[in-house]
């Protein structure tokens, strides 16, 4: 079974703090996202990354930014977090681009800013 | 912009019910309908999936049924239990868009005993 871990299951952090949320997967999937859930708005793209090193921006990309410096681990950085980020972070992986691959998602992290 | 619209926000259904869940999308180059479930505490699993050349796809109690002309398709959960209470989201992705999912809104369903 492919297994998507994220480093926290929940966090807390100020206004203005930089902040990291890492997510590894152990299937050697090319693919990794970032969503964020909030409730009536379903999953939102924030990044995504094909490839070691490399990212594309997703729906919702402003006050965030990615790193990919290894296959298995995808990082999202909030640079200087602010209240309205706080949310649930969703990390998800897949096999590769065609449309029918599943993504396979972590347990999430709920993030409160203060 | 929401490219994927999901009805209704939460659903509350008896045990051996049936529960439905609906979804409207916009760009016609959509061309793969998965449902994912999603328990509390936990992160969105795969549930089931349609293509569009076909209008129904059925796996044990769950079915999607599918409307290409109407763009729109849903979820039947047949015989509901309460194991199934949980949300689920409708997305769609296209071929070439690199595996890339729009999400609906999500569904909350509750599954009284």
């Known amino acids: 079974d492919v297994k998507v871990t994220q480093s926290s299951r929940y966090l807390v952090k100020r206004t203005g703090e930089k902040v990291f949320l890492e997510c590894v997967q152990d299937?050697?999937?090319?693919?990794m996202f970032w969503y964020r859930q909030d409730p009536g708005l379903g999953l939102r793209l924030i990044y995504f990354s094909y490839d070691v090193k490399m990212k594309e921006k997703g729906d919702i990309p402003e006050g965030y930014s990615v790193s990919r410096e290894k296959k298995e681990r995808f990082s999202l950085i909030l640079e200087s977090a602010s209240t309205n980020q706080t949310s649930m972070y969703l990390c998800?992986?897949?096999?590769?681009?065609?449309?029918?691959?599943?993504?396979?998602f972590g347990d999430g992290t709920r993030l409160s800013i203060l | 912009q929401q490219q994927v619209k999901q009805s209704p926000q939460s659903l509350i259904v008896q045990k051996g019910g049936i529960s439905i869940i609906n979804c409207a999308y916009e760009?016609?180059?959509?061309?793969?309908f998965p449902w994912y479930q999603q328990f509390p505490g936990k992160g969105p699993a795969l549930l089931i999936a349609?293509?569009?050349?076909?209008s129904e796809k059925k796996e044990g109690r769950f079915t999607i049924s599918f409307n290409k002309s109407a763009k729109q398709f849903s979820l039947h959960i047949m015989d509901s239990q309460p194991g199934d209470s949980a949300t689920y989201f409708c997305?769609?992705?296209?071929?070439?868009?690199?595996?890339?999912?729009?999400f609906g809104g999500g569904t909350r369903l509750m599954v009284k005993p």
């Open positions: 997305a769609a992705s296209k071929d070439n868009a690199g595996n890339m999912l729009t």
């Open positions: 299937m050697d999937h090319e693919n």
């Open positions: 998800a992986s897949s096999l590769g681009r065609l449309s029918y691959q599943p993504q396979h």
């Open positions: 349609i293509r569009p050349d076909v």
């Open positions: 760009n016609t180059a959509f061309d793969y």
